[in-house]
């Protein structure tokens, strides 16, 4: 029996039969050394079909068990193969937690690997081996599924996407809101693109917290934002928060699209891709007629400057974090979080006719 | 005057909590422990968190002749050292950038026009639109003088649109009416809804859960009442003695100490009913109805109710500790209390005839701070005829340290026979949350500078307990009462507190 205790774990652990799954984990906790607690807050599902799903899956979750307690079912799906099979593995991942080093507390993981037409069995897979009376995350990695599988999703409390990969974000902003509503309230959807801008939504709304800064708020003339490879999306989306909160109507969809004030003033939007770095979008100004402001990462990285700037005045700033970019950072401030994001539909309707313009 | 501003409508949904106004914090005797161990790296955490408001000064006001610079980088090595989470010297430049340092002492008129003009520049400079925080961090002996000078040179009064608030640091008072005087003079400079007495017990995070776990949850509160519960306990026990407080504690001893504020907080947030709402008063009405519902301990009622006792020396984790009398700076002779345990009765009819224990002490065998819910046994019939059962269910919850709560359920032993014993199923908030938790003051000084005086102590509250707890100290005073017992260093306390349970065929909880 597996039981891990680094980060750097990419092992799925030991291999069982899939009806064999629960007493195996049995045994695995009456094997255990005393002083090992197991721990679960929910039941992470993670589905993918990349082929490295395991590899890159496995570290992510055990580091991810150091903060928040979890029964993972790693799921790797091949629809493309030819023979139907099931595998599955057990481990668990061990962190010590509390001062002194006196305790281990233990998340399991359980991995399957469906082949062919296996791979249409994931409901039953999935709720054979839940844990009871938790809430049921599904991290859904890479492009949705199409006309999605009511049984599924009927029982799901959160669904997870990251949307800045999908090559039709339209279409799957489209379908995932087909799956929200197959939860009839239930189901909360989490963008991780959404979640990876939350630092940099912040720091924008401390600025404008500012009495001097609020009274500029309607004068927004120009936006730019830089955002890294790859994350048009989340540039964005952070657009489409900006522009559902301040009421703004899109009045011209293209590459530099722009939006016309509920005072009838227009903002000119400029999305740049040239942030350096591995940021995924961290430097935005703000044109404010006699005013500027800008939100910008400060040199270390950790924090972002937030500045507002009167002319003839100091500039008045203030440090932020800025969180951590890792995809493990971003699912544990999702997972730490209660509630919905209600700001999140609003955001993406703002922009809708630019996500389908690509 | 400050225009209204309308809301930020990008705040939205960032955070659940109120945001906290700019301001300026303005620390009177900020060269004490208190600042550099407690308010600076607390601050610094909540930067550090993003949870301090767009614009922040601290204006240190002290006697001692220091430089703003100077006393930065006192606070930066301060902070290094106590903060819970190692220092960003990014972070750390630039929130420091923001901390001044006033030197007058508290008495100088002069002091406080100076001030004055500072914050008006520091409003200019940082947006911190007229909104002042002070925070009483200097001895007791000096508050009149700086509540005086705050009324006096205007700073007490906010400009309109703007606010000025007052935290004051405990003891509020060492009796009821030097607590009274203390209060008016509060009163006389600050709207008892801009004061905000702290009791770090009140931030504790498992404190917090306490309402939670009542109100959020319909199986306990059920049984909250005299129907099922047989008793209350609640310990706040210390492994330490009294180290280098011996000069504060010799004048206090464990009632006033721990007695009145703390462990009164904690019987309030058991005992009270559900408030109304979430809102300040709300809660604080419901806590002043059970102080308001406390049987007085006055005269023969003191001897029958409660014992004082105070450590001789003993053993703890093995090592030898001396008496209390033997500790540096306690007086030979001393009568000071160190243990203190009381058997009190709510008048009211949720919890009429339901004695709630309350312990604490210094020296003990491990420092522990909980509240046990002992629930009363099922009909000595079928599995309940041997009396081990009688109590078997309890919940437990664990202030500090561990926080956290436990349930005690009988349960079948394996097997042919019939056994039964007592299981536990226990709730860690370490296991289950593994983000740290932030210190109380974090939670304490945010709220304050949001306006939220639901963690604080009201005025009616503080002199309700030293009320209640002034009949007791009278009773000691004037000989009604039994004097000081004495318990050895590492015991759990003086044989007689186990006697004042056991007339109730109650037990103390083995912690």
């Keep these: 029996m597996t039981v891990s205790s680094t980060v750097e774990n990419i092992s799925p652990g030991l291999r069982v039969e899939v009806g064999e799954i629960d007493r195996k984990l049995g045994e695995l906790w009456s094997a255990s050394e005393a002083g090992k607690v197991r721990a679960s807050l929910i039941n992470l599902v993670i589905y993918s079909e990349s082929k490295d799903a395991i590899a890159l899956n496995t570290p992510l979750l055990a580091g991810l068990a150091a903060d928040h307690a979890f029964r993972a079912l790693l799921v790797q799906a091949d629809p493309s193969a030819n023979e139907t099979k099931i595998e599955a593995w057990i481990t668990a991942h061990c962190h010590l937690r509390e001062s002194g080093g006196q305790k281990e507390i233990c998340s399991e993981q359980i991995t399957f690997r469906l082949h062919g037409p296996a791979a249409g069995r994931l409901p039953s897979i999935v709720f054979s081996h839940l844990d009871s009376d938790l809430p049921l995350c599904l991290w859904w990695q890479g492009p949705l599924h199409p006309n999605p599988a009511p049984d599924l999703w009927a029982q799901v409390d959160r669904i997870i996407v990251d949307s800045h990969s999908w090559p039709d974000p339209a279409g799957q902003f489209s379908t995932l809101q087909e799956i929200e509503s197959i939860g009839r309230g239930r189901c909360s959807v989490c963008d991780l693109t959404w979640t990876r801008a939350f630092h940099l939504r912040y720091a924008i709304a401390q600025i404008f917290d500012h009495a001097a800064a609020r009274e500029h708020l309607s004068r927004i003339r120009h936006v730019e934002i830089r955002y890294g490879a790859g994350h048009c999306i989340t540039a964005l989306e952070l657009l489409g928060w900006m522009a559902s909160r301040l009421g703004w109507q899109l009045v011209t969809i293209s590459d530099q699209p722009v939006f016309r004030q509920p005072d009838g003033q227009e903002v000119r939007c400029t999305l740049h891709d040239g942030l350096s770095g591995e940021s995924c979008v961290g430097d935005v100004r703000f044109d404010l007629g006699d005013a500027k402001a800008r939100v910008e990462r400060s040199r270390s990285g950790d924090f972002y400057l937030a500045e507002f700037t009167l002319q003839g005045h100091a500039p008045i700033a203030q440090m932020l974090p800025a969180g951590r970019e890792r995809t493990e950072d971003i699912l544990l401030s999702e997972l730490g979080r209660v509630g919905r994001h209600p700001l999140f539909w609003p955001a993406i309707r703002s922009i809708e006719p630019l996500l389908r313009g690509g | ?511």
């Design chain 2, 1 to 511: 005057m400050e225009k209204d501003i309308p809301a930020n409508p990008l705040r939205a949904d960032l955070v659940s909590r109120a945001v906290a106004e700019p301001c300026t914090l303005v620390i009177f005797g900020a060269t004490g422990d208190l600042t550099r161990r407690k308010l600076i790296p607390a601050l610094y955490n909540l930067a550090a968190d993003g949870n301090l408001p767009s614009g922040l000064a601290v204006v240190c006001f002290a006697r001692r002749d220091k430089t703003s610079e100077g006393f930065r980088e006192e606070l930066g090595e301060a902070t290094r050292k106590y903060s819970r989470r190692p220092v960003n010297e990014e972070l750390w430049q630039q929130f420091a950038a923001n901390i001044f340092y006033h030197r007058s002492s508290f008495d100088e008129a002069g002091g406080y026009a100076s001030l004055a003009a500072e914050l008006e520049g520091i409003d200019e400079r940082l947006g911190t639109r007229g909104n002042r925080l002070f925070y009483l961090a200097s001895s007791p002996t000096e508050f009149d003088i700086i509540l005086e000078h705050l009324r006096g040179s205007g700073l007490s009064h906010a400009k309109p649109g703007s606010w000025a608030r007052l935290i004051v640091e405990k003891p509020f008072g060492t009796d009821y009416p030097s607590a009274q005087r203390l209060n008016t003079a509060v009163a006389s400079a600050f709207p008892e809804r801009e004061t905000f007495r702290i009791d770090h017990y009140l931030g504790k995070e498992t404190a917090q859960n306490l309402m939670v776990l009542r109100f959020a949850n319909t199986v306990f509160e059920a049984l909250w009442n005299h129907r099922y519960v047989e008793n209350v306990q609640i310990t706040a026990s210390e492994l330490l003695g009294v180290e280098t407080r011996a000069g504060y504690y010799e004048k206090s001893g464990a009632m006033r100490d721990m007695v009145q504020n703390h462990l009164l907080q904690l019987l309030c947030l058991t005992a009270m009913e559900p408030p109304t709402d979430l809102e300040a008063d709300a809660v604080r009405d419901e806590k002043v109805k059970v102080l308001r519902a406390l049987r007085p301990l006055t005269g023969d009622a003191v001897a029958a109710n409660v014992v004082r006792a105070q450590y001789t020396g003993g053993f703890i984790n093995g090592h030898d500790v001396p008496a209390y009398r033997q500790e540096p700076g306690v007086d030979p002779d001393s009568m000071t209390e160190t243990y203190v345990a009381l058997r009190l009765h709510i008048d009211n009819w949720r919890w009429a005839g339901v004695p709630f224990f309350m312990r604490v002490g210094k020296r003990l065998p491990k420092s522990a701070t909980e509240i046990a819910i002992q629930f009363r046994g099922t009909p000595p019939v079928l599995f309940n005829r041997e009396s081990q059962l009688r109590d078997a269910n309890a919940l437990i919850i664990r202030i500090q340290p561990d926080e956290g709560i436990s349930f005690r359920m009988a349960a079948k032993l394996p097997g042919a026979l019939l056994q039964i014993e007592p299981v536990k199923m226990d709730f860690h908030y370490g296991t289950s949350f593994g983000k740290a938790t932030p210190e109380a003051y974090e939670r304490l000084l945010l709220d304050a500078m949001s306006g939220d005086a639901t963690l604080f102590a009201r005025r009616d509250e503080v002199e309700h307990a030293w009320q209640f707890v002034d009949g007791i100290r009278a009773a000691w005073q004037d000989g009604s009462a039994p004097r000081l017992d004495f318990y050895a260093a590492g015991t759990w306390g003086p044989r007689e507190a186990d006697d004042l349970l056991a007339q109730d065929g109650a037990a103390w909880r083995r912690l």
